[in-house]
């Protein structure tokens, strides 16, 4: 495996893994495919996981605007028949190993309480991000939004 960067022909792969989590709505997929699509000049920064010369997942993190040493991590996937295999934890490393590059301090990651995400939280727990909020009702009833941080200074 190896760790890229975004190419413009990698969005249909990462449609298609994003399709295939079965945990995206669509309009959460067309949030992800425009941050894709965006001039890097806005400041959406990407690593693409590579096996065997296929996609085979991707990270999307930047700047949290108005602070210091704040990082987002937006998105990331892997290919559910990938999973298992480090990747996820490899793209993880790597945006880690970027922002405290550039200064960061902190990785803020935002996900969803529904059960369809219990293995997106044990992964980021798994990590060593620590749960640091939560905002019921925030994506809809019942569907809270689970904030965690990974300090890396």
């Given at each position: 495996?190896?760790l890229?960067?975004?190419?413009?022909?990698?969005?249909?792969a990462?449609?298609t893994i994003?399709?295939?989590?079965n945990?995206?709505q669509?309009h959460?997929?067309?949030?992800?495919?425009?941050?894709?699509?965006?001039?890097r000049?806005?400041?959406?920064?990407f690593?693409?996981?590579?096996?065997?010369?296929?996609?085979?997942?991707?990270?999307c993190?930047?700047?949290?605007?108005?602070?210091?040493?704040?990082?987002?991590?937006?998105?990331i996937?892997v290919?559910?028949a990938?999973?298992?295999?480090?990747?996820g934890q490899?793209?993880?490393?790597?945006v880690?190993?970027?922002?405290a590059a550039?200064?960061?301090?902190?990785?803020?990651?935002?996900?969803?309480?529904?059960?369809?995400?219990?293995?997106?939280?044990?992964?980021?727990?798994k990590?060593?991000?620590?749960?640091v909020?939560?905002?019921?009702d925030f994506?809809?009833?019942?569907?809270d939004?689970v904030?965690?941080?990974r300090?890396?200074?």
């Amino acid at each position: 495996m190896r760790l890229r960067d975004l190419q413009r022909s990698d969005r249909a792969a990462l449609e298609t893994i994003l399709r295939a989590t079965n945990v995206f709505q669509d309009h959460e997929i067309a949030i992800a495919l425009e941050l894709i699509d965006a001039d890097r000049s806005l400041g959406y920064c990407f690593f693409v996981a590579e096996v065997e010369g296929r996609v085979a997942g991707y990270a999307c993190y930047g700047e949290t605007p108005c602070t210091e040493g704040t990082w987002d991590l937006y998105w990331i996937a892997v290919d559910p028949a990938q999973h298992g295999h480090g990747i996820g934890q490899k793209l993880m490393r790597a945006v880690d190993e970027a922002v405290a590059a550039r200064g960061g301090r902190q990785v803020i990651i935002e996900t969803a309480s529904k059960p369809a995400y219990e293995p997106t939280r044990a992964f980021y727990l798994k990590y060593g991000c620590q749960e640091v909020a939560r905002v019921p009702d925030f994506y809809a009833r019942g569907d809270d939004k689970v904030i965690y941080a990974r300090k890396l200074s």
